[in-house]
T-cell receptor
Framework: DAGVTQSPTHLIKTRGQQVTLRCSPK?????VSWYQQALGQGPQFIFQ???????QRGNFPDRFSGHQFPNYSSELNVNALLLGDSALYLC?????????FGPGTRLTVL | EDKVVQSPLSLVVHEGDTVTLNCSYE??????LLWYKQEKKAPTFLFML????IEKKSGRLSSILDKKELFSILNITATQTGDSAVYLC????????????????FGGGTRLMVKP
């Protein structure tokens, strides 16, 4: 049983560009949450998707958007990248409560 | 605004020592408190605590929650070099108007280094 998978593993972009990160949840999980973890800090909640809709959103600007597909996989899109968007982006999937984390995507913005 | 604070920020000990990591929180609509270990990328689940005063144990690790004083501790006895990691405390809050939804608010983590 595959756990949570994320792609790509690493990504380098320049300021102003747009990026799409992908997440496949653990088998049987229907809820996907996204977190941003800056270096040396704890993860910060971006948003959660359930039944293809954004259920809750953290304190992130509209440049951060997402999508959930009928197979429960999810994408995180970030537009107009800033240097401060450089971070590890973690996806977590859940069925009820416990969230299982993927290995993350390391985004570097130059 | 929900807040989770962990202390100390970092800790260096020698193998065999016992360590105590602290987590205090202020969260609306509290559901549970969780501890994770993060070595390289994905945080791995350690404990979920929902009730005060009930200790959870897993091998050399144990944790307890105090819902009155709004804190939790994670104890690691007989530390080993493999315990070196960042330990994250997170509080799960119920999403407003949606009993099925939840979100995690994390603390900044405690970086533990265990020297041989």
């Amino acid at each position: 049983d595959a756990g949570v998978t994320q792609s790509p593993t690493h990504l380098i972009k320049t300021r102003g560009q747009q990026v799409t990160l992908r997440c496949s949840p653990k088998s049987g999980h229907d809820t996907v949450s996204w977190y941003q973890q800056a270096l040396g800090q704890g993860p910060q909640f971006i948003f959660q998707y359930y039944e293809e809709e954004e259920r809750q959103r953290g304190n992130f600007p509209d440049r951060f958007s997402g999508h959930q597909f009928p197979n429960y996989s999810s994408e995180l899109n970030v537009n107009a990248l800033l240097l401060g968007d450089s971070a590890l982006y973690l996806c977590a999937s859940s069925l009820f409560n416990e969230q299982f984390f993927g290995p993350g995507t390391r985004l570097t913005v130059l | 605004e929900d807040k989770v604070v962990q202390s100390p920020l970092s800790l260096v000990v020698h193998e065999g020592d016992t360590v105590t990591l602290n987590c205090s929180y202020e969260v609306t609509n509290f559901r549970s408190l969780l501890w994770y270990k993060q070595e390289k990328k994905a945080p791995t689940f350690l404990f979920m605590l929902t009730s005060s005063g009930i200790e959870k144990k897993s091998g050399r690790l144990s944790s307890i929650l105090d819902k009155k004083e709004l804190f939790s501790i994670l104890n690691i006895t007989a530390t080993q070099t493999g315990d070196s990691a960042v330990y994250l405390c997170a509080v799960e809050a119920r999403i407003m108007n949606n009993n099925a939804g939840n979100m995690l608010t994390f603390g900044g983590g405690t970086r533990l280094m265990v020297k041989p």
